[in-house]
């Protein structure tokens, strides 16, 4: 991409025309472009993963995938019926930095069921590991929409999430969300 011009990082607030990364991986014609190309830039992961860095690019768009989100915003990317299946590298990081740009935003993706539509993603409860807290999730993104969650109340979070969720398991969502008291009746 950077080679077909499709990324120039000339929108940049910080650090402009540059390519900054903390790991590379591989083959050597890829570290034969990185070594002599100037604009590409390797920074400790101290620096490159620093929100208070990440929030001094404008506009900075954060998009990162969860195994599965509750109901009342927390993001599981870790672990999955109980085996760790990734780290949580520089999520949360990111997710907090791009939210404090300037016109930034955070989006977590996932599709809304798993097992070949067996399994909800968006569950009353994690699982597995919280790599996001509820207070920093921003914009959560299914096939069947997005919900903005920042400043929503638990019940409207639970609400949000369950009309993103896979049709066939709101109606249980629901019901969860009462049986958790996040609904009252």
């Not at 590409?40 to 195994?67: E, H, L, R, T």
């Not at 920042?150 to 249980?172: D, M, T, V, W, Y």
Request: net charge neutral; charged share 15%.
């Amino acid at each position: 991409l950077i080679e077909n011009g499709n990324i120039t990082g000339k929108s940049k607030t910080l650090l402009p025309n540059k390519h900054v990364f903390t790991l590379a991986l591989g083959d050597q014609d890829m570290y034969n472009y990185m070594e002599t190309n100037p604009a590409v830039v390797g920074y400790p992961v101290s620096f490159v993963n620093s929100p208070c860095v990440i929030a001094q690019n404008d506009n900075m768009k954060s998009i990162n995938a969860a195994i599965e989100v509750d109901l009342t915003g927390q993001i599981n990317s870790e672990s999955m019926c109980g085996q760790h299946w990734s780290g949580p590298g520089g999520q949360l990081d990111f997710v907090r930095g791009a939210y404090e740009s300037r016109g930034g935003m955070s989006f977590i993706a996932l599709y809304s069921t798993a097992k070949s539509g067996t399994v909800s993603r968006i569950v009353p409860l994690l699982t597995g590991a919280v790599t996001d807290p509820r207070i920093d999730a921003h914009i959560i993104v299914t096939e069947y929409g997005m919900v903005n969650l920042k400043g929503k109340s638990l019940c409207e979070r639970a609400r949000a999430l369950i009309n993103i969720a896979h049709p066939k398991f709101r109606e249980q969502l629901t019901n969860n969300a009462y049986e958790i008291g996040i609904f009252y009746k």
